[in-house]
């Protein structure tokens, strides 16, 4: 998660808007039922199909682009993890932001 707070920082600065906090940054992934021993693993290390995809989706909702491509964004994902990553994405959608997306079949 040092990764992605580096990366959020740079973008805020590059804004003129202030950096966020450790404590701040890791309060913003909650919804995501994110587990604490997640954020202590390296960028992408170890994750299981759930945990990649709600990684992805705290990417994007720290980020906040305009674009997002989900590629199968359902691909690999019991019932329990589809529902929490598609109320997620649910809650990133906004008048600014175009998602698309590619479903497995």
Known sequence: MNFL???LNAQRKARGEQEFSTRK????DGWLNIAQDMLKRGFNVGFFGGERKRNQVLEMALFQ???CVLDE???SLDIDALRIVANAINRLRSPGRRLARNASI
Do not use: N, Q, V
């Open 5 to 7: 707070r580096a990366a």
């Open 65 to 67: 682009p305009s674009l």
């Open 25 to 28: 940054f890791l309060k913003r």
């Open 73 to 75: 964004i359902d691909a």
